[in-house]
Each structure stands twice: as C-alpha cells, then as structure tokens.
C-alpha cells in the first residue's frame, strides 16, 4: 500500500467509517495483513482474500492465514481468459502489458494459464459472505479494478471504504484509466479522500462514501 497507514486511518474517522471487515482482491502474499490487524484492529478472520493463481492461495494458507479464495474477479461469471503470469507474480494480469513494458522493463510475463472468471457477486454467493460485513474494499488486481468494480452489482452498496489500485497511464492495454473509475465510484456515492501516484503513472486512492 502506498498510502501511509495512519492517513488512511484519519480518513475513516473523518468519514465516520467504522471498518468491520475487509475484502481484499489480489493478495499476493497477504502483505497488507499486518495493517488491518494493527491499524483496523481486525481479526484475521474479519478479513477475505482472493487471489487469481491457486498457488498463491495455497501458500498463504501453509502459512496459517484463513479465508483465502481462488478467483479471476471480473464482470462476468464463467469466462474462459488467458490469464498472463509475470515473472515478479504481483504484476499478474489478465491483460497485456501496455507502458508497463517501458516503466518496468525488469518485469514481464513467463507463462499464462487458462483461467475463468467470477463475479464478486458470485464470490459472495458461493461462500456464505454477509454483505455488510465487509465494507473495506481492497483492490489490487492489475488493471481489471473496474471490472470487479461492475461485477459487484448491489453488493457495493454495503461498502464504505474502497482503496483501489489506479492508473493515470495504460499500463495494461484496455485497462481502465483513474478517471473511468472515478466516475464510477461517484456514481455509487464515493468521494475521492486520497489520490498517490507513482512516476511510473500508477498508484493508489482511496474513495469514502458519503453518508446522507
């Protein structure tokens, strides 16, 4: 995360945002764990992972973390994609890379597995997950934030925090741009609190929702 934890912290309280439980969507290895436990003051089990290589979701379970879940997050169920594996795995995605490729020539994608899609409302579904339960959202999935985003129909509705991945340049092609997901999230009654981008045109924001 890039976003100082205590900032993030300062915001939900100024939003009046009590964070009961989070969905984290692209957890890798789980690093962000130690800040809902000691800046959230979550449990462990207040917290599901989702992860779009089943490796990954294996690993973190051998190392103990629970609610860890295999799934290529998108809007739509059941698709078939060719999903590309780069060779630091957090640069994973189902797209190309576009200017990735120039702003991080070091990385680039040494396999690619034919995976299918999900719905976070079919996540939902499939596993029992109380909707307002989880109204800290975490999305770090390499361009397909929007997607996910759309995927979540009324689910959202329940949300009220959401820090998101975002890009001011394509670093995958067709991925959505910030102000894309910007719209979208306004449209759901968010306000943009936190915006950090790197020099490589890629960052973080961070959207509370506004309370009537």
């Not at 060719?82 to 995605?93: K, L, Q």
């Not at 020539?105 to 996540?123: A, M, S």
Request: aromatic share 10%; net charge negative.
């Amino acid at each position: 995360m890039l976003v100082d934890g205590n900032k993030i912290c300062e915001n939900l309280k100024i939003y009046d945002i009590n964070v009961t439980g989070v969905l984290h969507i692209g957890d890798h290895e789980c690093e962000e764990l130690r800040f809902y436990v000691d800046y959230l003051q979550l449990s462990p089990n207040d917290i599901i992972w989702v992860d779009a290589l089943g490796d990954k979701v294996e690993k973190n379970k051998e190392r103990g973390i629970p609610n860890q879940y295999q799934a290529v997050i998108s809007d739509s169920n059941d698709c078939c994609v060719d999903f590309n594996i780069a060779n630091n795995g957090e640069s994973s995605s189902i797209f190309e890379f576009g200017t990735h490729s120039t702003e991080h020539p070091h990385i680039h994608y040494i396999n690619q597995r034919k995976l299918k899609t999900k719905t976070i409302v079919k996540l939902y579904e499939e596993n029992n997950l109380v909707p307002n339960k989880y109204n800290f959202w975490n999305l770090d999935i390499q361009g397909a934030e929007l997607l996910a985003l759309k995927g979540s129909k009324n689910i959202i509705d329940n949300v009220d925090a959401i820090y998101i991945e975002v890009n001011d340049k394509e670093l995958y092609k067709n991925c959505a741009l910030f102000g894309e997901i910007d719209d979208f999230l306004k449209n759901k009654g968010f306000t943009l609190v936190i915006k950090q981008i790197t020099q490589y045109g890629w960052g973080d924001a961070l959207y509370c929702r506004i309370k009537k």
